[in-house]
């Protein structure tokens, strides 16, 4: 339970990661957290992969078995209870776990055992977990929130002796001729198991299983190139539109250059014209697979993606866990040279337009194979499924037998390292019109395999039924049915981002962060707030109250959004409404306070690490509530922010907040516009009456201004948020007439009023998330105010 199908010294990982992850982990004396003099309440550390939370640190734990130092030596595979008797000296000493608050690193190891007393009661580190063996009953769930339900099978059955006769029989590299003189070189991959999946990384990534690959089959060296796109399929339009930018990057169509813009159904039919194409020109010749009874291309499934990616490793990436390293052996975010600010080719030409990089420049895996990490990312067999893990089988699993998305792994030149790690798992659509959405992305691309003999092919080889495959006309230089042509004048990636900006769906567990046990800085309220996304962490930052007292601020972290780990020294600070950015390698934190002269405003702060924060600076005087900072050019700052008061309407005091803006060199002087950013909507609509925390993001196509409005006058707390778009950002209109996100339902945890809203977008989807309470009660001093998730529905 405590390893949760993990190998290694903790359950989120061995000693080069404890200073980076311990802390979210576990509660120890060690490290970043310092000496504990007592235990820590229960639950405020992430949990392990089966929902555990605790299982490092904390206090010991008592477990049932007697103390034994030669327990392992006779252990019996199945269900192990401990030596039948005392130890070897009869002094009556049971087992302890798991390490305790005022121990080091070392002792809440995965496997440390420590034997103390049966009747100890000297030491305050002690305590004990509940279990509960059920009878009768076979594939009892654990009892943990839907998306936490981990496998149901029993511990890892360890590696798996696998035939590897049928390997040995084959070449361990083979090349296949294409038309054109072009050539396609492939990889034997050997049988054998894995674990397979991370714990550490997003919830589709669990749980860590083991998977056996039973039979061996070829892996393309490299990914598909455009020069073997074109000799099987022929060239269409995208090829003119890439040739019409040679110059601007770097002759993207060069022959060794990645394909892209593919979608899975595109690839699909590629695989199924290359059989086709192979089996012809094979025929009656000696070449190795002749000789084989049968064989089928096709596209990876994700086990035997992710078993040739790792080739033997258990870390993030097939090298290690330093993501520093990637460089090495990836083309990624990173290390892609982007247009523009300065940068230049080695011989000095300016970057004018996407570098696209030849495949194999950098190092291969332990197999032979290059660019697993980054690149393109890569469509595989399977069908995707968040939850597929949960009752994978352990030979050969082959994806789900249907769904609405394909999966892609791998990451691409497009992503930071964390999206091209071995288990990161991405799905799309698979058609080319999936569901009106584009289905090929301009790093989508794919990988071939070659399954050995018939019983070994898989869901992404070649199938006649599959209606929506391309197959590749006989004369494969004039193609009868072409892939989606992609105009010389439309731009590679056309994303509806006001479509997807008004199809906010929230995440079925809400709330993600609550407010704090009592005695809590956050005991009452987590309120205004502000979502920082590095690439790396999300960085979470609120102003929280605590039953009669003052705002404070304070933090938090996650890595998917979801999960968060509260700072320990929480607050970090007085204040409220604070919203963050990062220029350089600097935080930047804005909130409303006054200085040491009492003089009211816009407050900074800087901060290295994001959570040890200088003292603030007024920059900006006046009534500046909920800010929100936008970087948005080099030397260009916009600042969005409410401002307003009571107004008499109809004979009554009436509160009236409106948008408004001001902008900067260098997002430390400001200078205000003259009108509001966005006018109120009219008589009667939704947000007649205010306008509040504006949060606004820069796209392709614009900017995108979340905000939150109210037009009910008996109530200035019923707030919902709304969206508008402009073109330069000074000059709004509203999308629409109705908000983006209402009130949830009568009774709910958010069914009273939304009281702040942040978001970004990422990975084509945004995500964001927002501040509720369950009342409408015009009181926030008697509102608990916590936040939950979303995302917008393709």
Not at 16 to 40: A, C, N, T
Not at 616 to 622: E, T
Request: aromatic content about 12%; some cysteine; glycine content about 12%.
């Amino acid at each position: 339970a405590c390893r949760a199908g993990t190998t290694t010294a903790w359950s989120f990982g061995n000693f080069e990661d404890f200073d980076r992850l311990g802390h979210e982990y576990m509660f120890v004396s060690d490290g970043r957290q310092g000496k504990h003099d007592r235990p820590s309440r229960v639950g405020l550390k992430k949990p392990n992969a089966f929902g555990l939370y605790d299982m490092h640190g904390n206090v010991w734990e008592y477990v049932a078995d007697w103390w034994h130092r030669f327990t392992y030596k006779n252990s019996p595979i199945n269900d192990p209870t401990g030596p039948p008797e005392q130890s070897e000296k009869g002094d009556m000493r049971r087992v302890i776990r798991t390490g305790s608050f005022d121990w080091g690193r070392w002792g809440a190891q995965s496997v440390y055992r420590m034997r103390i007393g049966q009747r100890s009661t000297q030491h305050p580190h002690q305590g004990f977990r509940v279990a509960m063996r059920p009878t009768g009953v076979q594939g009892i769930a654990a009892a943990v929130e839907p998306h936490e339900q981990r496998r149901k099978s029993k511990v890892d059955p360890g590696p798996q002796k696998v035939d590897t006769s049928a390997a040995d029989k084959n070449p361990r590299e083979l090349t296949l001729d294409l038309p054109g003189k072009i050539k396609m070189e492939f990889v034997l991959i050997r049988p054998g198991s894995f674990l397979m999946g991370s714990s550490e990384g997003f919830g589709d990534e669990a749980p860590v299983h083991r998977t056996v690959i039973s039979t061996p089959f070829y892996m393309a060296k490299y990914e598909v190139t455009t020069a073997q796109w074109a000799a099987i399929m022929g060239k269409d339009d995208r090829f003119k539109f890439w040739e019409s930018m040679k110059g601007e990057n770097d002759d993207a169509s060069g022959p060794r250059k990645a394909m892209r813009d593919v979608s899975w159904d595109e690839c699909h039919g590629f695989v199924t014209a290359l059989q086709k194409k192979v089996a012809t020109s094979l025929r009656g010749t000696k070449h190795p697979l002749t000789k084989r009874v049968g064989y089928k291309f096709a596209l990876p499934t994700e086990a035997q993606w992710e078993y040739a990616c790792r080739a033997g490793s258990t870390t993030e990436f097939h090298f290690g866990n330093d993501a520093a390293a990637l460089d090495q052996y990836a083309w990624f975010a990173g290390n892609m040279l982007w247009p523009g600010g300065g940068r230049t080719f080695p011989d000095g030409t300016p970057v004018k337009g996407v570098h696209y990089h030849d495949v194999g420049l950098k190092k291969p895996n332990g197999f032979g194979l290059y660019d697993m990490h980054g690149g393109v990312w890569e469509w595989c067999a399977d069908y995707y499924d968040k939850d597929y893990y949960v009752n994978s089988p352990l030979k050969d699993p082959t994806g789900p037998e249907s769904g609405r998305f394909r999966a892609l792994r791998g990451g691409s030149w497009f992503r930071y390292a964390k999206y091209c790690r071995s288990a990161y798992r991405r799905f799309f659509y698979p058609a080319s019109n999936g569901d009106g959405v584009t289905a090929y992305i301009s790093d989508f691309g794919c990988r071939v395999v070659i399954n050995l003999d018939g019983d070994s092919a898989r869901r992404g080889a070649p199938d006649p039924k599959v209606s929506n495959s391309k197959e590749a006309p006989k004369d494969s230089a004039r193609p009868t049915v072409k892939p989606v042509a992609q105009s010389e004048d439309r731009p590679q990636r056309a994303v509806n981002y006001t479509k997807l900006a008004r199809s906010l769906v929230r995440y079925d567990d809400n709330p993600v962060i609550r407010v704090g046990g009592r005695g809590a800085w956050d005991e009452q309220t987590l309120g205004c707030f502000t979502v920082l996304d590095d690439g790396e962490l999300f960085y979470f930052y609120s102003g929280g109250t605590q039953f009669g007292k003052p705002k404070n601020i304070g933090m938090a972290t996650s890595k998917d959004g979801i999960h968060w780990t509260k700072h320990e020294k929480n607050p970090l600070f007085p204040g409220s409404m604070p919203y963050a950015i990062k220029v350089g390698d600097t935080f930047r934190l804005y909130h409303p306070g006054k200085n040491d002269a009492g003089r009211h405003g816009l407050q900074m702060r800087r901060s290295k690490d994001g959570s040890n924060w200088s003292k603030p600076n007024l920059v900006l005087a006046g009534g500046i509530l909920d800010p929100c900072v936008l970087r948005v050019a080099e030397n260009r700052f916009h600042l969005y922010y409410c401002g307003g008061g009571q107004r008499m309407k109809d004979g009554k005091q009436v509160w009236e907040f409106k948008a408004h803006m001001a902008t900067s060199e260098d997002g430390i002087s400001w200078k205000k516009t003259p009108k509001p950013a966005l006018p109120l909507g009219p008589e009667g609509s939704w947000d007649s009456q205010s306008h509040a925390g504006p949060c606004v993001l820069k796209l392709e196509d614009g900017f995108h201004m979340w905000y939150l409005g109210s037009g009910d006058y008996k109530d200035k707390l019923a707030w919902r948020i709304g969206h508008a778009t402009s073109p330069d950002g000074l000059n709004w209109a509203k999308s629409g007439s109705d908000p983006v996100l209402g009130i949830g339902r009568a009774g709910a945890w958010d069914g009273g009023t939304l009281m702040s809203f942040d978001i970004i977008y990422r990975d084509g989807e945004f995500l964001f998330w927002y501040a509720a309470a369950p009342t409408e009660h015009g009181d926030e001093t008697k509102m608990t105010i916590q936040i939950g998730h979303g995302t917008s529905r393709n």
